[in-house]
């Protein structure tokens, strides 16, 4: 099994920012990607980015530009760094790990983007 805990969600303003971090823990060999999904009240669970063990990384349309993700492999830390939030990003933000045959998810975090 593997374990994801978030954290670095939160209120804050249009055009503010925020970070997301992911620790993974447990059974973590064989990951082979990791990454962030959101979902919004009424709304389907969508990918915002994902990056693979050797460093690729795959952006959804609404997110190009304005988030980033990275990968601290000796903390098996992910993280979400997100400029220029706009009130349409806010969602609960999962984090997944994925191996071969098996995928993984933790709790969810909050992220309201409001004034």
């Known amino acids: 099994q593997v374990q994801l805990v978030e954290s670095g969600g939160g209120l804050v303003q249009p055009g503010g920012s925020l970070r997301l971090s992911c620790a993974a823990s447990?059974?973590?060999?064989?990951?082979?990607?990791m990454g962030w999904y959101r979902q919004a009240p009424g709304k389907q669970r969508e990918l915002v980015t994902i990056?693979?063990?050797?460093?690729?990384?795959n952006y959804g349309d609404s997110v190009k530009g304005r988030f980033t993700i990275s990968r601290d492999h000796a903390q098996n830390t992910v993280y979400l760094q997100m400029n220029s939030l706009k009130p349409e990003d806010t969602a609960v933000y999962y984090c997944t790990a994925k191996k071969v045959l098996q995928e993984y998810w933790g709790q969810g975090t909050q992220v309201t983007v409001s004034s």
């Open positions: 990056i693979t063990s050797g460093g690729r990384t």
């Open positions: 447990g059974n973590i060999f064989a990951i082979v990607v």
